[in-house]
């Protein structure tokens, strides 16, 4: 759940940048680099030309809360590929005090028919919540400019293919999404991120929390799982949307948290 106030903040398109407290050792940014910036649209280069997107409503809730509209389903195509190119979804936010830091920002494929506001606000809210990987003393700050750690992308499956394929293997098989190594992208599955999956269940809140925590955690370093964690939940470096089956035969419970008791 995140707060209404910096939520309506993400959605009027305003930089919200929060103070941060306590002493000791100063805070490092690790690893944060001048990354290709997507302020100038850039492409990818794709040997064939990119599908139309068909007029799809987009599906709204009867109430303006961005609470409640994380927890929709939205209508996409599995096969869209858009044309590759990307945009910074505008604002920043920091994150709490923590000892290392990441700086990451967040883009969106130009005519992905999903709103980047709402997807920039969720990736932070995720990252930095007690349950997730800042429980390793470590925070997100986003930003909208080129310095930064990595980048979070939401992108069309077909695109995401393109450039996920050749790094991870065919991400096309399950429709997935993935860290593309060697690249500054984490990438998301537009599909995914609208849609969800059957082998994860209804919560379709808390599928986007764990693509953004299991994507970003291979970026940290962390491998997959395939056993099931304290209390029979599945660990957040499962491949839930795929199975939730352990290597044992078992049947883990969903989770999108690396910690999930904390907080």
């Not at 707060?3 to 407290?21: D, K, P, R």
């Amino acid at each position: 759940m995140f707060g209404v106030g910096a939520m309506a903040a993400a959605l009027c398109v305003m930089a919200v940048v929060l103070g941060i407290s306590g002493g000791g050792a100063p805070a490092v940014d690790i690893g944060a680099t001048p990354v290709p910036s997507a302020r100038a649209p850039e492409s990818i280069p794709l040997p064939e030309q990119p599908s139309a997107q068909r007029d799809l409503p987009v599906r709204a809730s009867a109430s303006s809360d961005p609470d409640t509209q994380a927890g929709l389903r939205f209508p996409l195509e599995p096969t869209l590929r858009l044309g590759g190119r990307f945009v910074t979804v505008p604002g920043s936010d920091t994150g709490p005090a923590a000892d290392k830091r990441f700086t990451y920002r967040v883009e969106i494929e130009e005519g992905l028919a999903l709103d980047g506001t709402l997807f920039a606000a969720m990736v932070q809210h995720t990252l930095n919540d007690p349950r997730s990987w800042s429980r390793d003393s470590l925070a997100f700050d986003r930003t909208d400019g080129t310095t930064a750690s990595f980048v979070v992308r939401l992108s069309s499956p077909g695109t995401l293919h393109r450039i996920c394929s050749p790094i991870v293997g065919d991400t096309s098989r399950s429709n997935v999404s993935c860290n593309a190594n060697g690249t500054p992208w984490v990438m998301i599955n537009g599909w995914r991120w609208a849609q969800g999956s059957t082998a994860y269940g209804d919560d379709i809140r808390g599928y986007r929390q764990m693509l953004i925590n299991h994507e970003v955690g291979h970026r940290l370093g962390h491998q997959h799982s395939t056993r099931c964690g304290p209390g029979g939940l599945a660990p957040v470096m499962m491949q839930q949307t795929k199975s939730r089956e352990a290597g044992n035969g078992k049947v883990c419970g969903a989770n999108p948290w690396p910690y999930p008791t904390a907080g």
